[in-house]
T-cell receptor, first 113, second 111 residues
Framework: GQNIDQPTEMTATEGAIVQINCTYQ??????LFWYQQHAGEAPTFLSY????GLEEKSRFSSFLSRSKGYSYLLLKELQMKDSASYLC??????????????FGDGTTLTVKP | DAGITQSPRHKVTETGTPVTLRCHQT?????MYWYRQDPGHGLRLIHY???????DKGEVSDGYSVSRSKTEDFLLTLESATSSQTSVYFC??????????FGQGTRLTVV
């Protein structure tokens, strides 16, 4: 199975850097994904990792360590619009129950001026 | 934006009635999913489809059925709605079974 844990809430200041952690216990997965969800809206894809290491995309980066069962999303130069819920999701290996993704409960990030 | 549309967007129904939610895509993606989202539970997979007429259960499938007779449409049916099925339902599509694009959601209230 795949159990995913994230902090429930985080607060940060505009312009700062914040790291949202995700730990998982899984019997096997293909990729670790991050989604952003603003209140009342649909989740949107942010970043993913298949291999260990850091994936950098403008202000958002994601990191994966399979050996440690750990991922994080790094948000730089925080803006007020980054206030949202951030969902961590594990995707199973392709071809093997490929649809049975597991999402964490999400981390609600509040950015303050 | 991925072409994915859910209907209806809002629905209020009575306990015991059947309800069908529709998800329509214009992307010709292979995989389609139905999730429900409740406070404190994040997104939970109800059912998914990996092709026309090919579906499988997710972690919270009891009380729900699905059908996919065409690539573009994935229907979710609550056979006899209960108050515990009050939730926000999201449909998602994916080409490879990985990165998913979500519809805008359907807010269902069972009274």
């Amino acid at each position: 199975g795949q159990n995913i844990d994230q902090p429930t809430e985080m607060t940060a200041t505009e312009g700062a850097i914040v790291q949202i952690n995700c730990t998982y216990q899984t019997s096997g997965f293909n990729g670790l994904f991050w989604y952003q969800q603003h209140a009342g809206e649909a989740p949107t894809f942010l970043s993913y990792n298949v291999l260990d290491g850091l994936e950098e995309k403008s202000r958002f980066s994601s990191f994966l360590s399979r050996s440690k069962g750990y991922s994080y999303l790094l948000l730089k130069e925080l803006q007020m619009k980054d206030s949202a819920s951030y969902l961590c999701a594990a995707w199973p290996p392709l071809g093997t129950n490929a649809g049975k993704s597991t999402f964490g409960d999400g981390t609600t990030l509040t950015v303050k001026p | 934006d991925a072409g994915i549309t859910q209907s209806p967007r809002h629905k209020v129904t009575e306990t015991g009635t059947p309800v069908t939610l529709r998800c329509h895509q214009t992307e010709n993606h292979r995989y389609m999913y139905w999730y429900r989202q409740d406070p404190g539970h994040g997104l939970r997979l109800i059912h998914y489809s990996y092709g026309v007429k090919d579906t499988d259960k997710g972690e919270v499938s009891d009380g729900y059925s699905v059908s996919r007779s065409k690539t573009e449409d994935f229907l979710l049916t609550l056979e006899s709605a209960t108050s515990s099925q009050t939730s926000v339902y999201f449909c998602a599509i994916s080409e490879s079974g990985s990165e998913a694009f979500f519809g805008q959601g359907t807010r269902l209230t069972v009274v």
